[in-house]
């Protein structure tokens, strides 16, 4: 598991970073991402085992025109975040649950 920081440039408005939040938020290996339009920073959490940093960055640049990763950073990884990603699976298992029925 991982977690990153990227600071963008070029994007004009918070539904903007919305839209990178979500289309971040459906690829398979990503439990979380948020933008802050304030301070223009992006943080993914992921599974480097399931996805790369490659087709995250590429994700980003594409979503939105003209938006530039300026910097990133590698972030810890805590106990809070642990917990999320086993909750996002949970709610997996019983949806999966629900359709074998």
Do not use: P
Not at 26 to 52: C, P, Q
Not at 53 to 59: G, L, N, Y
Request: glycine share 4%; aromatic share 6%; net charge positive.
């Amino acid at each position: 598991m991982k977690k990153k920081s990227y600071k963008l440039n070029g994007v004009d408005c918070a539904n903007c970073g919305i839209k990178i939040e979500d289309k971040l938020n459906k690829l398979e290996g990503v439990y979380f991402s948020g933008y802050t339009f304030m301070t223009e920073r992006l943080n993914v959490l992921f599974d480097e085992n399931i996805i790369t940093e490659e087709k995250i960055e590429s994700t980003i640049i594409n979503t939105i025109n003209g938006v530039k990763i300026v910097r990133k950073m590698d972030l810890e990884v805590t106990m809070e975040d642990i917990k999320l990603t086993q909750k996002k699976s949970d709610k997996v298992k019983m949806i999966l649950f629900r359709k074998r029925r």
